[in-house]
């Protein structure tokens, strides 16, 4: 079946723009999560969705990023007046629960950069 | 302050011998512990978990060791291929399903033919 799918793959944008990326998740999955991997860094937990609970906000770096799910599916991770060290691969991941544990599959990214 | 750590940036192995990736935490209420494998330009991908309840974990060619006790655990890669060249990120989770889960800087592995 298909998979996490995210776009657009490449953003390049001028610093002060606003952008917004895209996740579509796996059809069913519940818990929907952004991260963001910045050059020779780990992944960097940002936003966590589970059913329609209220998002787990704690990673978000500021108040510029903000992120929305709707009807529980697809995803938008918005950044209002980007800066240059916004640039970074963005990953968006879903779960599932698998017998006794649980695993996030994670889409291909979106590499942003802020010129 | 990093909770999950890998502190082996980097790991050559010959093609055949065994690659161990280690992993250390400092959060003790962290109770389930994954490995991800990413090759370039892609998202990573689930390779093997483990649950505090158990201490070893193994499969195919993949086995995760787990030590409570030393908030440590391994990757074992035996035996290593080329195609498991890629970046090696080790994960943790408190609270069961769908928590956060805090992810290590990586390591890559590099296997030589």
């Known amino acids: 079946g298909a998979g996490v799918s995210q776009s657009p793959s490449n953003k390049v944008t001028e610093k002060g723009k606003d952008v917004e990326l895209r996740c579509d998740p796996i059809?069913?999955?519940?818990?929907l999560y952004w991260y963001r991997q910045s050059l020779g860094q780990g992944l960097e937990f940002l936003i966590y969705?589970?059913?329609?609970?209220?998002?787990?906000k704690s990673g978000l770096p500021s108040d510029r990023f903000s992120a929305e799910r709707t009807g529980g599916s697809v995803s938008t991770l918005t950044i209002q007046r980007t800066q240059q060290e916004d640039s970074a691969v963005y990953l968006c991941?879903?779960?599932?629960?698998?017998?006794?544990?649980?695993?996030?599959?994670f889409g291909p990214g979106t590499r942003l950069t802020v010129t | 302050d990093q909770q999950v750590k890998q502190n082996s940036p980097s790991l050559s192995v010959q093609e055949g011998r065994i690659s161990i990736l280690n992993c250390d935490y400092t959060?003790?209420?962290?109770?389930?512990f994954l490995w991800y494998k990413k090759y370039p330009a892609e998202g990573p991908t689930f390779l093997i978990s483990i649950s505090s309840i158990k201490d070893k974990n193994e499969d195919g060619r993949f086995t995760v060791f787990l030590n409570k006790s030393a908030k440590h655990l391994s990757l074992h890669i035996v035996p290593s291929q080329p195609g498991d060249s890629a970046v090696y990120f080790c994960?943790?989770?408190?609270?069961?399903?769908?928590?956060?889960?805090?992810f290590g800087p990586g390591t890559r592995l590099s296997v030589l033919p």
């Open positions: 991941a879903s779960s599932s629960r698998t017998g006794g544990g649980y695993e996030q599959y």
């Open positions: 959060n003790s209420m962290f109770d389930y």
């Open positions: 994960a943790a989770s408190t609270g069961g399903y769908g928590q956060n889960f805090v």
């Open positions: 969705f589970q059913g329609n609970s209220a998002p787990d």
């Open positions: 059809s069913g999955h519940t818990a």
